[in-house]
C-alpha cells in the first residue's frame, strides 16, 4: 500500500511525484489499495499551476482515454481527449463538449499537492472500479 496522510480530518494517498509536471501536461498514476484492489487515473496541471485528477475511463466505452503511457491531452494541452473515439472533456470539468459522450462528465477525484507529491483522498480511490 501507498503512503498515507491525513489533510483536513480525510486520509489522502500519495499517488506520484508532480513537482517536474509542466502547465499544461499529464501523467497517469496506478496504486494499490491493498485488499481492495488497484485503482488508476490521471493528474492534469492547468494553465495557472494548479492539479486536477480523473478516474482513466472514458464515460461513453469505459476505456482508458490515454494514447501512449501519460498521453491524456491534446496537442495544445488545452483539452483531455479519448483516444478510442476523439471525444474532447473540458480540463477544469471534465465535461465532454464534442463527441458522442457530449455532456457528460470524467469522474473527478479530489487532489491536493503536498512537497512536490500529489494526493488523491483514499475514500475516492477505494471507490474506482478495478484496472
Not at 513537482?19 to 494553465?47: N, T, W
Not at 490515454?66 to 478510442?84: A, E, H, K, M, V
Not at 462528465?105 to 483522498?121: C, M, Q
Request: glycine share 12%; proline share 4%.
Amino acid at each position: 500500500m501507498e503512503e498515507e496522510v491525513e489533510f483536513e480530518g480525510q486520509l489522502y494517498l500519495k499517488v506520484l511525484a508532480v513537482e517536474s509536471l509542466a502547465c499544461m501536461s499529464s501523467k497517469a498514476f496506478h496504486v494499490d489499495v491493498g485488499d481492495l484492489g488497484a485503482s488508476g487515473g490521471f493528474i492534469v496541471r492547468d494553465e495557472s499551476g494548479g492539479l486536477l485528477a480523473y478516474r482513466n475511463s472514458c464515460p461513453h466505452t469505459g476505456a482508458p482515454l490515454n494514447w501512449t503511457p501519460d498521453q491524456f491531452l491534446t496537442r495544445s494541452g488545452r483539452y483531455i481527449q479519448c483516444s478510442i473515439h476523439g471525444a474532447m472533456f473540458m480540463i477544469d470539468s471534465g465535461e465532454c463538449f464534442s463527441g458522442p459522450c457530449g455532456g457528460q462528465f470524467l469522474k473527478s477525484l479530489t487532489v491536493i499537492e503536498h512537497a512536490g507529491s500529489a494526493y488523491i483522498r483514499l475514500l475516492e480511490i477505494q471507490k474506482s472500479p478495478s484496472k
